[in-house]
């Protein structure tokens, strides 16, 4: 596959997935800085005389307990989907499959298919068959998506306060709903790929649909 060069997008071809201590990192600066913050800050007497005279400091504390927060909720969602992605790829690599790229998406908040069972798959292979949807509870994929069915791939779009942006890719289906797949950054992380991810991942999805459905198209249909 000639055409991949991105690190992010060789990891999603090889079924890696990405380390997550920079994640916990991060997150440990945020749940360590807040409180360090609001203690040097009281120890300043300016600080504390401006608090005395104005309604500042409950906003000051929701603010930094709102830090604390995500740095929590950074970690914690890090660690979940690295575990349930980890039991996806052990399933997969225990059967018959052999993907040529894998595409971690998320589960939540995505207009989809009415076709994807529940749950919903959290991650999808490409093969020469097609498209597979894997979950952590089964050992087999829950939902096939054969090339012949796939007669275009694009890219999903949004209203975002007045403006259109990219959101997921689309993959027009004959005798049904699109599928809708939005992408997250990596095999193990929780958050989603942005419009800068997408047009990435959209010309290496074109790709592969063009290498690995080995059917006979006319031109006209090979897009």
């Given at each position: 596959m000639?055409?991949?060069?991105?690190?992010?997008v060789?990891?999603?071809?090889?079924?890696?997935?990405?380390?997550?201590?920079?994640?916990?990192?991060?997150?440990?600066?945020?749940?360590?800085?807040?409180?360090?913050?609001?203690?040097?800050?009281?120890?300043?007497?300016?600080?504390?005389?401006?608090?005395?005279?104005?309604?500042?400091?409950?906003?000051v504390?929701?603010?930094?307990?709102?830090?604390?927060?995500?740095?929590?909720?950074?970690?914690?969602?890090?660690?979940?989907?690295?575990?349930?992605d980890?039991?996806?790829?052990?399933?997969?690599?225990a059967?018959?499959?052999r993907?040529?790229?894998?595409?971690?998406v998320?589960?939540?908040?995505i207009r989809?298919?009415?076709?994807?069972?529940?749950?919903?798959?959290?991650?999808?292979?490409?093969?020469?068959?097609?498209?597979?949807?894997?979950?952590?509870?089964?050992?087999?994929?829950?939902?096939?998506?054969?090339?012949s069915?796939?007669?275009?791939?694009?890219?999903?779009?949004?209203?975002?306060?007045?403006?259109?942006?990219?959101?997921?890719?689309?993959?027009?289906?004959?005798?049904?709903?699109?599928?809708?797949?939005?992408?997250?950054?990596?095999?193990?992380?929780?958050?989603?790929?942005?419009?800068?991810?997408?047009?990435?991942?959209?010309?290496?999805?074109?790709?592969?649909?063009?290498?690995?459905?080995?059917?006979?198209r006319?031109?006209?249909?090979?897009?």
């Amino acid at each position: 596959m000639a055409f991949i060069s991105d690190r992010w997008v060789e990891r999603l071809r090889d079924g890696t997935a990405a380390p997550s201590w920079p994640v916990h990192a991060v997150a440990l600066v945020l749940v360590l800085s807040a409180p360090a913050l609001v203690v040097a800050e009281l120890r300043s007497p300016a600080f504390v005389a401006e608090m005395a005279r104005s309604s500042r400091v409950g906003s000051v504390v929701l603010v930094e307990a709102f830090v604390v927060v995500v740095g929590f909720a950074i970690s914690i969602g890090t660690w979940w989907s690295g575990r349930r992605d980890r039991r996806v790829l052990a399933r997969i690599r225990a059967s018959s499959h052999r993907p040529a790229f894998f595409l971690p998406v998320l589960t939540k908040g995505i207009r989809a298919s009415e076709d994807l069972p529940r749950p919903r798959p959290e991650v999808w292979t490409f093969d020469t068959a097609g498209l597979h949807g894997w979950t952590p509870e089964r050992d087999g994929p829950v939902l096939d998506v054969p090339w012949s069915r796939i007669h275009r791939v694009g890219l999903a779009t949004k209203d975002s306060r007045g403006t259109r942006v990219d959101y997921a890719l689309w993959f027009g289906l004959d005798g049904g709903d699109p599928l809708v797949l939005a992408p997250r950054t990596a095999l193990g992380r929780p958050f989603g790929a942005g419009p800068g991810g997408l047009e990435t991942l959209l010309p290496v999805v074109r790709a592969l649909r063009r290498e690995l459905d080995h059917r006979p198209r006319s031109r006209s249909t090979a897009r």
